[in-house]
């Protein structure tokens, strides 16, 4: 479906669900900033007590359970981008040309995103 | 954008973005759920002292900002889809589709999602 | 309790706890931190939905289910405590006293801690 | 200082600092359980793109950082337990005695706290 879905479609549905529920005056930005953070903690939960590696060896259980919680963070994303009146695609594009900007591939090939304390000599 | 941008097309920019920077060996699963919480937690910050009316109110900076918070947690979110090889639209149609199911309209219509403490008489 | 128990008592009997259960090999501080992180959003979920104003009319039954939760934060702090070998009450009582340089009263008396784009005109 | 200083001391102090600055109208149950959880972000912030491993290996200005942000996470919990008048020892104390019910040393011993996805098999 990714390949047939715009945003706004989802944006829609959700906008729906919101307005047949009645449940405007809950999505507010700070209450949905908070479910964001809380799905996402719920999402992190899967990871927990695993190494990187194992985290990268999920079977169909953990992935269909997982896919469930990354679906609630988007779920609340676009609730948000309605309420702001975001063009949510619009605005993950510019993030993302920003983001080339800051971190230039020839420079941070294969170094983690931010200077972090483990890493400082490694520019030696 | 929102109408003509699928989610292929934002999966794709992503996927080449981590790419091009050889960065598959630090958005696992386990970092990239980390980076969603953290990501989450920068767009709560904007609304941490606020009342949910105030909330409500914002500037056109804000608003910026916020927006780019909200950019960071679709671009981890895409990310994950990459790694996990989900089909990130039927993720949260099906997603969307159970909580239709788990909320009918005419029951919960104008509560909050949750059986909350200070809700607890709301329905006698 | 309070009035008699010391940091160092809390801490050595979460160290017992964690030894006993051979899980020092799980209490690295990236798995703490998440967990701590997952905590709190366990204790954020609930005043999700809640106004600022419901959030302090809460009930035993709630009271002691959030008080779980605030232990289980504490707790995992305690653990990273003792992982990363930190005088905790040395370096809450360090924080709070930057804190104290950082916020003079006079200055911030009865304005919320960060700048806020609700509140940019409130010094006018 | 963890040997001489009680939690009654550390909520005594962390009371004066917010009634100093009139901050009680902030400081409610919704704004902190946020706050916890945007500080326990900064914690993490730290392990980001590290591996497990590489978090074990802080130096002295990356301990003294997360020290700082570890204080915040405290700090914060004391001003829960301020409002929520919670003795926050006995609360602690309590919720050790049921984690050491509910994960016996003998049955747990170097498995990690939840059954997770990847160690599924391996009782076997």
Do not use: C
Request: hydrophobic share 40%; glycine share 2%.
């Amino acid at each position: 479906m990714d390949n047939q879905t715009t945003l706004q479609e989802l944006k829609q549905k959700m906008a729906d669900f919101v307005r047949e529920r009645d449940w405007e005056q809950f999505h507010t930005p700070k209450n949905i900033a908070m479910s964001i953070a809380i799905e996402a903690a719920e999402l992190m939960e899967h990871f927990q007590w695993l190494t990187v590696e194992q985290s990268k060896q999920l079977d169909d259980e953990a992935l269909h359970d997982i896919g469930e919680e990354l679906a609630d963070i988007v779920i609340y994303s676009l609730s948000m981008a309605n309420f702001l009146k975001l063009d949510l695609a619009q605005t993950v594009l510019d993030k993302m040309a920003k983001n080339i900007r800051k971190y230039p591939a020839d420079k941070v090939q294969g170094k983690s995103h931010k200077y972090t304390y483990y890493q400082q000599n490694d520019d030696a």
